[in-house]
Each structure stands twice: as C-alpha cells, then as structure tokens.
C-alpha cells in the first residue's frame, strides 16, 4: 500500500543516500524535473535554485542531529521556471537513508502575494483620501481607520485598532447617536447616512460631519462589519451660519438705516420750511439749532456706518500703540458735544510691554466708549465722571472703561452689542456704536464684559491680545540675516 501511494502520489516523493544522492524517486518528481532516471543524482545540486543552496544545504545538514526537517525553497522545473515547494526530509536510522516529499506551494504564495499588492494599494488609496475612512467589526470596535480619521481625534491610527468609540468621545448625546446608526447597519444590514453629525474631539474641537456607514461582509469569516466614509463640513456649516447671519444683519440694516437716514432728513425739511414762514426770529433761532443737531445725527450715523465698513473691509495692521495720544485726541475731538466738560477723565496706565495693535480700530474703541460715557451721564450728578484703567503685558492690553452714569437695566444687558439697539430714551445715536465695537473686538480676536447697575454706572472690561507684529519681523530679518 505505502509503494502504491508512493508510485501514485501528485507529490514528488523519493529516497535520499547519505550523501543526498537518489536512491529512487517516484514518477511525479521524473515529470516535474524531466529526468528519467534519477538515480545517484543529487538532491541538493542538481535541483534547487542557485540562490537557495546555502539554506537547503544548511537545513540537510540538520538531519545529522535532527530527524526530520521543513522548509519551503524555490526549485527549477524541466522548463527553467522557477516554483515554490515545501520540502520534509525523514531520516530512517535503520538503513541510514532520508525519505523526502515536496508540495507545490507556488498558487498559493502567488495568492498570497497578489493579496498583499492589492491590500498595500488598498491602503494607500485609503490614505490618500483626505476625508477619514474607517471599518468596525461586527461589535462596532475599530479594525481599520485612515490617518485623516486619526487626525480628526488627535490620535494614532493604532490607539484606534480594537477601540470602540466611547475611548474617544465623551458626549454622551453624540455617543448615543453613533451607537444608534452603528446597530442600524450591522442589525438592519441598512446604509446610513448622517448629514450633520456632531463630535467633540478631545482636544475640545467641535466638529460637524457628514458621515456615510454601509454594512460590509467580510470574505474572511462572513461576518457583518461597518463601513464609514466622514466629510468635515464644519466651516461650510459656519459659513451657512455666518451667511444667515450676515443675510439678518442686512436686512435689519436696510431697515433701520432707511429710517436713521430720513429722519433727520425730514426733520431738516421741516425745519426749513418753518424757518421760511415764521418772523420770530428767537423762535427762528431754535429751528436753527435743532437743524444742527439734525445734521449731527446724521454725520454721526454716517460717520458709524464709515466705521463698520472699515472695520469688515480692511486687514489688521498693527503698529505700536501710544494710549495717551489716543486719549488726549479723542478727548479734543468731543470737548465741544453737549456736557463734555462735565465729566472729570481719570487715566491710569500700567505698561511692562510695548503693545501692538491696529491704531484706527483703537481709536473707534477709545471714541466709542468715551463719548457714550459723556452723552448718558445722569443728569443731577453732581460729579460725574469716567475712569480709564489700563494693564499691558507682553500677551493682553486689559482696558476697563467705568463710569457713574444713568446705567443700563439688567434685562437689556444681553442686547446692548446687536445692531441698532438703544437701551434708553435718551438716546439720539445711531444704535451701532456697541455693534461696531463688538465686530471691531472679533475682528481683533479680543473679548469684552460688561457690568451695569441702572442708575448707578457701567463697566465694560476689554482684553485685546497684543499682536507684536514688529518685534515678529525683526526676528525673522535677524534670522535671515
């Protein structure tokens, strides 16, 4: 029975003499190397590849102590085409000879090596695409993700293999709605398609994605995994929001300013029509004055609208900002409005740096603020006033504005910085100074707080980072240099 398997074996078989000559081989091994007869040819010289000699010849050499070996080595076929076999040799103590079988395993790394090709150019076409991609086993645990998926948390791509997505998000919101699309495809085999899904990373970021999950079998034991295709949108998203915003803006804009516009217009009108008809010439007098304070309203809503379009329009251009000139030109500028010379200004200046920053945005702000100071004094105060505090370092200007005027009611407190917002009767402006202000602040990446107790004063803290852009140049020229 063992001669006819041998005599009938696929599998080049035979038997080795000490000296790794044929003894005999079976018709299977005759057919793969086109001899006939094989005897007292040897096994190791006449069959193997050239580049394989040292290991065959390493692992014959074992069978001294050893009584069998394996090992896979590349032969040369009657064609002079190289294949892949595995080898067992067997040593029989009895009669000092070695019993060998090959197995053709040339298909088989073939497959493999075209498996590994197309998985490393999978995976590159993976890598390549710059929206994070990833695959989750049948338990929604990570087992493949590209590196824009790993970005996107802040992580390694190995910190995700095995990992399911409550290691890398703390929401519990948006946790619960990846559990949900997760059981929906791998449950309902079901595409989903997330169109705005929320995550929070946990460096803190807020992101909005646009995420597809499609149920993908797997070839390898059939189970059902994820597959996930994400888009960053969240500056589309902002952008529809500032464009909505923008859009609110505009049309308030269109309102109001048509109005602040014809107002004093008409009234203008009004004026001068009375002034043509009436002979009393104290009364004449009055028509006069309030005419002028028609003009003023609309020089200052035209002067306000001037600002915010400077402000929207042109770039920061930040140069070394001296806060006294600033005070004291601003001071000069509004010595003639109505109560100016009221009010005593306090400046107090603690400087440890020099501060950069744009300068005609900063004089708006200083303009803003100390008028708005000098026009909504309390009108029985008998020492009003306005404090100006400010604390520069190398980082922030910190500048608190802090008077004892008529104050603003707390319920207005969240409204005073929207567009055209008058929080008082008494006031004639054009409702954009707080807005431009606001947008001036954004602009500059700063921040603002306001504190107000009607009838007894407001104080508005800003904090205005200090860009440095000077001493930024001179230390790039110094490094060029």
Known sequence: MTEKFFTLSNNPMGILKSDFSIVSANASFSKLFGRENN????????????????????????????????????????NHKIKWFSWE??????????????????????????????????????????????????????????????????????????????????????????????????????????????????????????????????????????????????????????????????????????????APLCSLEGLLKLIDTETDEEFRKKCVEEGLKSIKRLDGFISDLTNLSRNNRTEISPVTINFKKIIKSTLVSLKFINNADKIKVSVNINQESEFYCDKQRMKIIFMNMISNAIKYQQENNANPFLSITINITQEFAEIEFKDNGIGIEEKYLPKVFDMFFRGTILSNGSGLGLYILKEILLKLEGSIKITSIENSGTSFLLKIPNANQPKIDTVLNNELL
């Open 89 to 262: 040799i067997i040593s029989d103590l009895a009669t000092s000879q070695f019993y060998f079988s090959g197995t053709d395993i040339t298909s088989i790394l073939t497959a493999q090596s075209l498996l590994e090709e197309h998985t490393d150019k999978l995976l590159k076409i993976i890598e390549l695409v710059p929206h994070p991609i990833f695959l989750k086993n049948s338990e929604a645990r990570y087992i493949l993700v590209n590196q824009a998926q790993a970005d996107l948390f802040s992580v390694s791509k190995n910190d995700f293999i095995g990992q399911d997505d409550s290691q890398f998000i703390d929401n519990a919101e948006e946790l619960k709605g990846i559990h949900a699309s997760d059981s929906v495809v791998l449950n309902k085999r079901k595409n989903i398609i997330l169109p705005a899904q929320k995550i929070t990373s946990p460096n803190g970021k807020n992101k909005i994605l646009y995420t597809s999950k499609i149920p993908f079998q797997s070839t390898f034991n059939g189970e059902i995994n994820i597959l996930g295709v994400s888009i960053d949108i969240t500056e589309i998203k902002n952008s529809e929001t500032e464009l909505r915003k923008i859009n609110f803006e505009l049309d308030t804009f269109i309102y109001h300013a048509s109005h602040d516009l014809r």
């Open 39 to 78: 005897s007292n040819v040897n096994f190791f010289t006449d069959f193997f590849h050239p580049e394989e000699s040292e290991k065959v010849l390493k692992k014959l050499n074992e069978l001294q102590t050893t009584p069998d070996v394996k090992f896979t080595s590349r032969i040369l076929d009657q």
